[in-house]
């Protein structure tokens, strides 16, 4: 089971937890579930939801439940299903067996109708849907009672049955609570619990015509399944009041506790399944599982380990009050992970070619690098080095300003895990003046990183054998939102996407050791950040990563500038 931190973690909701449990309330059970909708794939804020739920669960010996709660046609899928699935499992959780559907539920939920019918709490209603709207009131005034609300019980009975055999037309009539039109809750104004809806279910087919609604099916789900704690985030606090009379209206076994906690907002992103779509749908990103979307199955893809994300969750914590997340702070928590798992290669991402002259034209050595410098632990590899390499071209400037200590005319510096390299003379091309080959002398007494007679360099650069290295396509992932708060001004979220939030360089020339990379295995490119072998379209024959995230964070120093 995912457990990150060795402390357990202590807040608002585990208190109360702690308290039922001194308390007895629930016979010391603790059962949760993680309930998501299927019409998108799951995101960072319910990777939050998911580690909370099956944390508890483990924390406290309990049980938690993965149900879906499928409770309206429209935009429900088996894609999504499967994605959460896939999704909450790769996260690290185990729901064993208790994979739940909501609309496995509809007979008794039905029922449950039925059941409040009989006792005059809910009756059919014949408003449109307009007039319901008009009729409920506002904050500052009361509602409207339904002419229809005082419709005697058989007559419900019937009407709520022929609602199910499908006799009626879509919007014709509804079934509602009957609770009070007066309340300052809006919520608890006779809220519509069932509406016909003739479309068929991606599961139940035609099975039904009649849906429940959410706010009628989430919790009586939950009391199905004897949930002890309805975990949900705090837009739900107004609903807790209808959840409650529901339960006790039908005087239910197991009365869940609701407890709202705020979801998780995280910068330079949007974490709403509706601007997801629209993301996806208008193909600003390629599919759900893009690497720049704040999706489970992006960060997957791009590279994200599951351990990162789930630390990033115990960090961020659970609290009652709305905030905002740093996004460095979870491009921390991978690179913190990635340090520690990820093997050193060296790959050259924009190759400039350097000829060694007085390097004897078929020699090739072997070097043994430390596959982690501070974990031999993890081995070495054997890396080949001959008279043509490829450095990257930042690594190179002709006319070198200050500060700048790699190699340049006259200069000598470091290749990494080799010799000492002094630059000679350059080639240029005629038609641009663009240096193309840099040529240099190497001091064969370096071997060891080290000149005999003490001179030092001031700079180590990767490198990688011409004639040895493989080419490789890398797509440099960036945020995807180039502002803090994509949504702050008005609905037109999509101008401030980042139009750098991807650079592709097919020309890349990777360390032959990553000719066998797995799928998804993770690196460090030495000196220049993290990167995966890309799942879906890397193959032996064409290499591809995905650069995970960079050494260091460059957006924090942005805005700071900014700022200033
Ligand atoms: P969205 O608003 O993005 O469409 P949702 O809340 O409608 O999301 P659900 O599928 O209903 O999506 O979510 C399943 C669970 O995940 C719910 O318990 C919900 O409270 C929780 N959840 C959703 N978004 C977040 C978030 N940003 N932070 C924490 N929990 C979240
Ligand atoms: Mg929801």
New binding site residues.
């Given amino acids: 089971m995912a457990q990150t931190n060795s402390s357990p973690p202590s807040d608002f909701i585990r208190d109360i937890i702690e308290e039922h449990l001194r308390t007895n309330k629930y016979q010391g059970r603790v059962a949760a579930r ?7 794939y ?9 580690c ?2 099956f944390g508890i669960a483990a924390q406290y010996g309990g049980t938690c439940n993965l149900r879906m ?1 499928d409770t309206d046609p429209s935009g429900e899928s088996l894609e999504y299903v499967e994605s ?1 699935i896939n999704d909450v499992r790769w996260l690290g959780f185990d729901w064993e067996d208790r994979l739940y559907y909501a609309s496995d539920y509809y007979e008794q939920l039905y029922r449950y109708a039925v059941q409040l019918i009989k006792e005059g709490k809910a009756y059919v209603c014949s408003l449109s849907a307009d007039e319901i709207r008009d009729y409920r009131g506002t904050l500052s005034d009361l509602g409207k009672e339904s002419p229809y609300r005082n419709r005697p019980v058989e007559e419900n009975l019937d009407m709520f049955e022929r609602m199910r055999t499908g006799e009626f037309e879509e919007g014709s009539h509804v079934l509602r609570a009957k609770i009070d039109m007066a309340s300052p809750n809006i919520t608890m104004r006779d809220p519509v619990i069932y509406r016909i809806k003739k479309e068929p279910h991606y599961r139940t087919g035609n099975k039904w015509c009649i849906y429940p609604m ?1 706010d009628f099916a989430h919790c009586l789900s939950d009391s199905i399944e004897r949930i002890t704690h309805s ?3 705090l ?2 606090e107004n609903n807790r009041p209808l959840y409650d009379w529901f339960l006790d209206a039908l005087k239910v076994e197991c009365h869940p506790q609701q407890i709202e ?6 910068s330079y992103t949007i ?6 779509i629209e993301l996806v749908e208008k193909g600003y990103v390629i599919g759900w599982g893009d690497p720049r979307m704040p999706t489970v199955a992006g960060m997957r893809r791009r590279g994200y380990p599951p351990e990162a994300i789930r630390n990033f969750c115990a960090r961020i914590g659970v609290a009652k009050n709305e905030n905002l997340i740093d996004m460095a702070l979870l491009e921390h928590c991978v690179r913190e992970d990635l340090n520690e798992r990820a093997l050193r290669v060296m790959g050259v991402l924009r190759p400039l070619r350097v000829v060694i002259d007085n390097y004897p034209e078929e020699l090739v050595e072997e070097f043994e690098c430390p596959n982690h410098p501070q974990n031999p632990g993890k081995g070495s590899r054997k890396v080949p080095f001959s008279r043509t390499l490829y450095i990257e071209q930042e690594d190179f400037l002709e006319n070198p300003p200050k500060k700048f200590y790699r190699l340049a005319p006259g200069r000598e510096v470091r290749l990494r895990y080799g010799y000492f390299i002094k630059c000679v003379s350059v080639v240029k091309d005629p038609k641009t003046g663009h240096v193309v080959e840099v040529h240099c002398t190497y001091d064969p007494e370096t071997r060891s990183g080290f000149a005999p007679d003490g001179r030092k360099v001031d700079a180590t650069i990767h490198w990688v054998s011409a004639n040895h290295s493989i080419p490789a396509e890398v797509r440099l992932y960036d945020r995807l939102f180039q502002v803090i708060d994509p949504t702050s001004e008005g609905n037109d979220f999509t101008k401030h996407l980042n139009p750098k939030s991807l650079e592709i360089l097919a020309s890349c020339c990777v360390e032959p050791s990553l000719a066998s990379a797995a799928p998804g295995s993770q690196f460090q490119f030495e000196r220049v950040g993290y990167f995966c072998v890309d799942p879906f379209d890397s193959s032996d024959k064409a290499l591809v990563f995905n650069r995970t995230v960079t050494l260091r964070d460059t957006w924090t120093k942005i805005s700071e500038k900014e700022k200033r």
């Fill in positions: 993680f309930p998501p909708e299927p019409n998108g799951l995101h960072i804020g319910h990777a939050k939801s998911v909370l739920n709660d959460i959410y975990i949900c985030t837009e739900f906690f705020a979801r998780l907002n995280l974490l709403s399944k509706r601007r997801l």
